[in-house]
């Protein structure tokens, strides 16, 4: 597999790069169809404003619920691209991942579930059925060098690792942000004229809140993770950090409530200064707002008696949990 040539965020030119995708976009779809899934996350808001540059009505933008997103997210992107001029249709496909998932504790075969799901069940169908031939997404850099190097199976990533997708799945994936890091993308976003809630968008990985649950992902984890991740988006809006995140672990440690024993939940708290994802550090944060962050996790989450900060840089871990 030929090495992809990367395009600095430094020596990039928006407007010729958007020009040249858009080109390309066309030349390649012809007069057949196109489909893609929008997370809302900086890198599929770029392919679908790009796509729908280059295709117009020969783009369908899908967004799959997964039952794995963050409070309000669905209604959220979906209400922001209408605005924007693209049409959006909400897949509700929650009860086909949850089942995918069930009883599965390994990281990489959760990834693998999830991909499955995605690609082959979810998008399989939506391809069937609208005689799709090409599936756009926003795959980066970054991806593929993790995927490669076998530190985590990111869930978009094919070609590179010999799955040819036509065989595997029945269309064709492409990739026009393949040559970019988060950087890079989000340039061309504000190029785009995408606002700035989308080109400054934390980073949110593709398998959503299954990424900061250890263990056996069910709805139940889902929801904790969910609350406490509103917690700590709330709390760190204005740290101006690269991410932040809780995380659900699997163990549950002894706490007292009431004068009474309660074998309750922990949450990890993770918040990291980086600039492309590659390398991290945790953010020095003060006493005061982990203070706050504790306090609301065990009164506004049902069942947290323990609220960790993590302050290992990246390497030797990784940004996520899973
Ligand atoms: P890690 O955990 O590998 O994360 O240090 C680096 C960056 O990538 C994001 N990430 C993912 N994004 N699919 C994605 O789309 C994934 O499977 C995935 N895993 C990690 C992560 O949020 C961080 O910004």
Known sequence: MAKVGEIRAGEL?????IEEKTKEIASVVRDGLAINALSGGVDSSTVTMLAHKALGSQLKTYFINNGLMREDEP?????????LGVEVKMINAQDKFFNALKGITDPEQKREAITQTFYKDVFGRLVQESGAKFLLQGTILTDIDETVAGIKRQHNVFEQLGIDPQEAFGYRIIEPLVQLRKDGVRKVAESLGLPQSVFRRMPFPGPALSARVIGEVTPEKIQTVRLATRIVEEELASSGAFQYMAILHRDRVTGVRQGKRDFGLQIEVRCWESIDARVAHPSRLSFDILDKLAQRMVTEVEGVV???YNIAPKPPSTMEVV
Not at 13 to 17: D, K, L, S, V
Not at 75 to 81: C, D, G
């Open 13 to 17: 030119n928006a407007q010729e790069f």
């Open 75 to 83: 209604e959220a992107v979906i209400s922001l691209f209408t605005q």
């Open 306 to 308: 323990s609220v960790t």
